[in-house]
């Protein structure tokens, strides 16, 4: 069936450091990625999304990359800050259902 | 108004209550999704309402009723719950047959069943 891998699981950096987060997955026929970020307490905020005929978006600090050959997609987050600390998903939306499918998160912490 | 609403925030209920969640968005979308959340997991889809008809049913037991009475509106009826029902219940809506599919979140209704 369709699977999205996230890894890392948990990502721990130092403020005005840089993160990467990075996701793969299974249906080659995907064609929409966003990520959302979750602050504790509150709804998923999709902050970035990129399509599949596109292979790289940046959005100020943020910037997602697509490959898809490989299957492959991460988000950038540059100069970081604590207010970027929170859970992040990245999702693919199945092509046979249209559903989007998430990975299982990443706990970001960025130290001040 | 780019805003989901979901209420109540918070909901404490018996195994022997009915209580109902509400959703409500004005983007003008007609694609409205629940997804429940456990502690640190992603949200698990469980129902999808496209033009207000019932379109997908992530196989819910049937003590989850979703009832969709308008384009703005989604609610959730709870009834006879087990206490491993307890979750953030979510509330997304998106717009129907864009490629892009964008889907916007509310808060959630956190919910603790006794």
């Known amino acids: 069936g369709e699977n999205v891998e996230q890894h890392p699981s948990t990502l721990s950096v130092q403020e005005g450091d840089s993160a990467v987060i990075k996701c793969t997955y299974s249906?080659?026929?995907?064609?929409?990625f966003p990520w959302y970020k979750q602050e504790l307490g509150k709804g998923p905020q999709l902050i970035i999304d990129?399509?599949?005929?596109?292979g790289e978006k940046k959005d100020q600090r943020i910037a997602v990359t697509l490959n898809k050959t490989a299957k492959h997609f991460s988000l950038h987050i540059t100069e970081t800050q604590p207010e970027d600390s929170a859970v992040y998903f990245c999702?693919?939306?199945?092509?046979?259902?249209?559903?989007?499918?998430f990975g299982q998160g990443t706990t970001l912490q960025v130290k001040p | 108004d780019t805003e989901v609403t979901q209420t109540p925030k918070h909901l404490v209920m018996g195994m022997t209550n009915k209580k109902s969640l509400k959703c409500e968005q004005h983007?003008?979308?007609?694609?409205m999704y629940w997804y429940k959340q456990k502690a640190k997991k992603p949200p698990e889809l469980m129902f999808v309402?496209?033009?207000?008809?019932?379109?997908i049913n992530e196989s819910v037991p049937s003590r989850f009723s979703p009832e969709c009475p308008n384009s703005s509106l989604l609610n959730l009826h709870l009834h006879a719950l087990q206490p491993e029902d307890s979750a953030l219940y979510l509330c997304?809506?998106?717009?129907?047959?864009?490629?892009?599919?964008?889907?916007?979140f509310g808060p959630g209704t956190r919910l603790t069943v006794l």
């Open positions: 997304a809506s998106s717009q129907v047959g864009r490629p892009r599919n964008e889907q916007f």
């Open positions: 249906d080659s026929a995907s064609n929409y």
């Open positions: 990129i399509r599949s005929n596109v």
């Open positions: 999702a693919a939306k199945g092509s046979n259902t249209g559903k989007l499918i």
């Open positions: 983007m003008g979308h007609r694609a």
């Open positions: 309402y496209s033009y207000e008809k019932l379109s």
